[in-house]
């Protein structure tokens, strides 16, 4: 009686200790649906750094510098003698402008105020957080951002509509360095 019971109970274990199979999905993801947006998001782009590229042609005596980050911009006041330059965790104090690539103000500098901010720790932008990162205290940069880069699909909620290129002037008024 103990040995039928006995080997009942490690047939059991043997048989009840299987390890699970994965399911296969239900459903499967189908690239049909995101397609048409990747390439209207793609055109987008590309209709608005052909204009900034058209605007940048006009403009021959300003020497605009493509960044890494996929916006171009001119130094309107640059200093050379000064080589820091704001790093994670910096405190800044800037004042911009915000105006479409055709120069009509959406913000003006006044509108804004002046902002200090923490680098790579508050929200704003991504234009002009990469932006302030290659500024020195004390210049003055005009970048062009496609829309990608500001506010992209969404806007602002107020003034600055779907898919808006911006120019914007900047100026770093300070740096403070983060301390440990």
Known sequence: MKFTTFFILILFLVLGCKSPEPRAPITRASKSFTTPFLKANKAIVEKEEEAIKKLIAIDSSTTYITSEDGFWYYYNQQKFEDTITPQFGDEVEFHFNLLTLQGDTI????????RALL?????????????????????????????????????DNDKIGSHVALKSTVTLNKIKIKTE
């Open 119 to 155: 680098i790579d720790k508050e929200e704003i932008f991504t234009g002009l957080r990469q932006g302030l990162k290659l500024m020195k205290e004390g210049e003055t940069v005009t970048f062009l951002f496609p829309s990608h880069q500001a506010y992209g699909y969404y806007g």
């Open 107 to 114: 913000y003006s500098k006044e509108d804004i105020g002046e």
